[in-house]
């Protein structure tokens, strides 16, 4: 069984590759970044090391790589593969549809090779591989189309490992948290598709996609802008500051609420989960820099994503939204030079003011509650 994943980066290598490999898939890598490329081919090799105490290793052989830029190289690899995986930045998709569509084109030109093919996105969104799907249809003529609904799948999916940036001489070596969670929709794929080990199958995804992204998603992006705020370095540090802590906390009971309202989540095994996703944020084996969990804050700041979509679940549910407002806030004070949503962000807030900006990102209307809450705790900081 053949494997192509797009994203040969932190998820890619320590995560989704691993299990793959794990599970006696032979992966080939597609990706833009020519230094992982080469190592990967030369080597076929690298090693995987968990944050722990005994810093345990595993190798992981079998695998190569393609030039994600190589559109007619890509294209090859989908036609033959028996599973695509990606691993690149929801924002990123786009890009790699191109040469999935081309490919699902050669696989319908090839006649042969009707055996389902499933695609599954790896990214911390809701639906990423439905919006992988949309840019892949847009891309198709009718037949291929016709081709792609009766072949190819798009199981939507929740990846969770925490897998900081990597200082490591080995360009390969890549350090990831023991915990590892993995869901992908079987609702959305063919019968007879032979489980992968170590992913979970659901057939809802969506309490298991918002718990996720409203609980360790949201508390990290928190972690990350108030600790940014104070001065940190790393989320480490940040939650070590009981100030810190306590709007994260505060955050994770204002999501706890609309998530066991929306699905029934037993209150007291939410606040374990929510305990337990604490714990992860401080493992004194991983330093994780607050610019890295902060990264693209328009992203974080979109209707959709972990900050605003539980902030006005809450807010229609009465739910008090302080701590959420106030990470969105401290959002708009994330001034990174080289992260270029930070740039364009700060740079709107310059133009305008942040209540415009916060507007203009979130789509909350600038005399709404949750964006008035907000812009008071950003002029506080
Ligand atoms: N790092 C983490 O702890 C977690 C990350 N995620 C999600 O996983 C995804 C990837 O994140 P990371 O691995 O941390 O990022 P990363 O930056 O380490 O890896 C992304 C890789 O995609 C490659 N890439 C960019 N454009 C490409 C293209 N057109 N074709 C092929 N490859 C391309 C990059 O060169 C890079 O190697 C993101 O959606 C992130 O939200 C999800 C859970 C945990
Ligand atoms: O910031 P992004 O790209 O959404 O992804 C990183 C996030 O995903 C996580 O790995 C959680 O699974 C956290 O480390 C971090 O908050």
């Known amino acids: 069984m053949k494997a192509l994943h797009f994203g040969a980066g ?9 299990l793959l490999s794990r599970a006696g898939y032979e992966v080939t890598f597609s ?57 690149v930045g929801v924002g990123v998709l786009k890009h790699i549809a191109p040469g999935i569509a081309k490919g699902l084109e050669q696989r319908r030109q090839a006649g042969t090779v009707h055996k389902p ?5 790896c990214e911390n969104a809701i639906g990423g591989s439905t919006q992988l799907k949309e840019h892949v249809y847009a891309l198709l003529d009718e037949q291929a189309r016709a081709f792609a609904d009766e072949y190819v799948y798009f199981p939507n999916s929740a990846v969770d490992r925490i897998v900081p940036i990597q200082n490591h001489a080995d360009p ?13 929709d079987r609702s959305q794929m063919a019968p007879a598709f032979k489980p992968i080990n170590g992913v979970v199958y659901v057939h809802d995804l969506e309490p298991y996609i918002e718990r996720k992204l409203f609980t360790v998603n949201t508390g990290h992006c928190v972690a990350a802008y108030i600790g940014y705020v104070h001065g940190y370095d790393t989320i480490q540090q940040a939650i070590a500051d ?18 066991v309202q929306r699905f029934g989540f037993n209150p007291e095994e939410h606040e374990q989960y929510i305990v337990k996703i604490l714990g992860r944020f401080v493992n004194p084996y991983l330093t994780d820099e607050v610019t890295r969990v902060g990264r693209s804050p328009l992203r974080k700041l979109s209707p959709n994503d972990r900050l605003v979509r539980p902030a006005l679940l809450a807010y229609a549910e009465g739910i008090p939204v302080t701590h959420l407002a106030t990470g969105m806030a401290a959002a708009c004070k994330f001034d990174v ?41 950003y002029h506080q900081m």
């Open 242 to 259: 009981e100030k810190v802590k306590s709007v994260v906390y505060g955050a994770l009971q204002e999501t706890g609420q609309v998530l």
């Open 172 to 184: 390969l070596h890549v350090q990831v948290e023991p915990f590892y969670e993995w869901v992908v």
């Open 337 to 377: 030079s080289d992260d270029p949503e930070a740039v364009e962000l700060q740079s709107l807030i310059r133009e305008r003011d942040v209540a415009a900006a916060l507007s203009h990102y979130t789509g909350i209307e600038e005399g709404h509650p949750v964006l008035v809450e907000a812009v008071k705790q």
């Open 10 to 18: 932190n998820i890619g290598r320590g995560f989704i590759g691993l």
């Open 31 to 87: 990706d833009v970044n020519q230094e992982l490329v080469h190592a990967l081919q030369e080597r076929g090799r690298y090693t995987v090391e968990l944050a722990n105490e005994s810093k345990d290793e595993e190798t992981v052989s079998g695998v190569t790589a393609i030039d994600g830029r190589d559109l007619q190289r890509v294209a090859e690899a989908v036609a033959e593969t028996d599973l695509v995986t990606t691993a």
């Open 117 to 121: 093919l499933h695609i599954i996105a």
